[in-house]
Protein backbone atom coordinates (compact mmCIF):
# COMPACT_ATOMS: atom_id res chain seq x y z
CA UNK A 1 0.00 0.00 0.00
CA UNK A 2 1.00 3.24 -0.70
CA UNK A 3 0.94 6.01 1.94
CA UNK A 4 0.63 9.27 1.94
CA UNK A 5 4.32 9.92 2.90
CA UNK A 6 5.09 8.02 0.19
CA UNK A 7 2.67 10.55 -2.34
CA UNK A 8 4.67 13.47 -0.87
CA UNK A 9 8.07 11.94 -1.96
CA UNK A 10 7.24 11.36 -4.99
CA UNK A 11 5.85 14.69 -5.50
CA UNK A 12 8.53 16.29 -3.98
CA UNK A 13 10.90 14.28 -6.64
CA UNK A 14 8.76 15.35 -9.71
CA UNK A 15 8.33 18.91 -8.43
CA UNK A 16 4.68 18.84 -8.41
CA UNK A 17 2.79 20.43 -5.91
CA UNK A 18 0.54 18.12 -4.07
CA UNK A 19 -1.69 19.70 -1.54
CA UNK A 20 -2.44 17.90 1.88
CA UNK A 21 -6.17 17.57 0.63
CA UNK A 22 -5.71 15.21 -2.29
CA UNK A 23 -3.04 12.90 -0.49
CA UNK A 24 -5.88 10.17 0.42
CA UNK A 25 -6.70 10.14 -3.33
CA UNK A 26 -3.19 9.78 -4.39
CA UNK A 27 -2.07 7.08 -2.39
CA UNK A 28 -5.09 4.93 -2.94
CA UNK A 29 -5.04 5.71 -7.00
CA UNK A 30 -0.79 5.04 -6.43
CA UNK A 31 -1.71 1.83 -4.77
CA UNK A 32 -4.66 0.57 -7.73
CA UNK A 33 -1.97 1.17 -10.43
CA UNK A 34 0.63 -0.84 -8.32
CA UNK A 35 -1.54 -3.45 -8.32
CA UNK A 36 -2.28 -3.67 -11.71
CA UNK A 37 1.53 -4.22 -12.30
CA UNK A 38 1.26 -7.18 -9.76
CA UNK A 39 -0.76 -8.71 -11.84
CA UNK A 40 0.71 -8.12 -14.91
CA UNK A 41 3.88 -10.09 -12.98
CA UNK A 42 1.74 -13.36 -12.85
CA UNK A 43 1.51 -13.89 -16.40
CA UNK A 44 3.54 -16.78 -17.72
CA UNK A 45 7.39 -15.60 -18.69
CA UNK A 46 6.78 -17.25 -22.06
CA UNK A 47 4.21 -14.93 -23.30
CA UNK A 48 6.30 -12.03 -22.88
CA UNK A 49 9.14 -12.91 -25.54
CA UNK A 50 9.01 -10.58 -28.61
CA UNK A 51 9.44 -13.66 -30.19
CA UNK A 52 5.74 -15.30 -29.23
CA UNK A 53 4.52 -11.90 -31.12
CA UNK A 54 4.79 -13.35 -34.65
CA UNK A 55 0.77 -14.68 -33.63
CA UNK A 56 -0.50 -11.41 -32.57
CA UNK A 57 1.12 -8.39 -35.09
CA UNK A 58 1.07 -8.60 -38.82
CA UNK A 59 4.17 -8.88 -41.13
CA UNK A 60 5.67 -5.59 -42.49
CA UNK A 61 5.09 -4.78 -45.67
CA UNK A 62 6.48 -2.37 -47.59
CA UNK A 63 4.78 0.69 -49.48
CA UNK A 64 5.12 3.79 -51.27
CA UNK A 65 5.32 6.69 -48.36
CA UNK A 66 4.08 10.46 -49.25
CA UNK A 67 6.52 12.44 -51.17
CA UNK A 68 8.27 14.66 -49.02
CA UNK A 69 6.87 18.06 -50.82
CA UNK A 70 3.36 16.80 -49.42
CA UNK A 71 4.36 16.32 -46.27
CA UNK A 72 5.85 19.31 -45.75
CA UNK A 73 3.27 21.70 -47.60
CA UNK A 74 1.22 21.93 -44.53
CA UNK A 75 4.26 22.52 -42.10
CA UNK A 76 4.14 25.74 -40.21
CA UNK A 77 8.38 25.92 -41.17
CA UNK A 78 10.74 23.92 -42.57
CA UNK A 79 14.08 23.91 -42.86
CA UNK A 80 16.78 21.71 -45.59
CA UNK A 81 13.38 19.17 -46.30
CA UNK A 82 12.38 19.04 -42.62
CA UNK A 83 9.60 20.24 -40.54
CA UNK A 84 11.50 23.14 -38.30
CA UNK A 85 9.96 23.19 -35.09
CA UNK A 86 10.85 25.54 -32.13
CA UNK A 87 13.13 25.21 -29.81
CA UNK A 88 12.13 23.61 -25.97
CA UNK A 89 15.00 24.65 -24.12
Known amino acids: MVTEKDVMHVGKLADVGIDESELKEFSDQFTRILDYFAVLEELPEERTHAGDLH ?31 PRVM
Open 55 to 85: TILREDSITPSLPSEDALRNAGETEEGYIKA
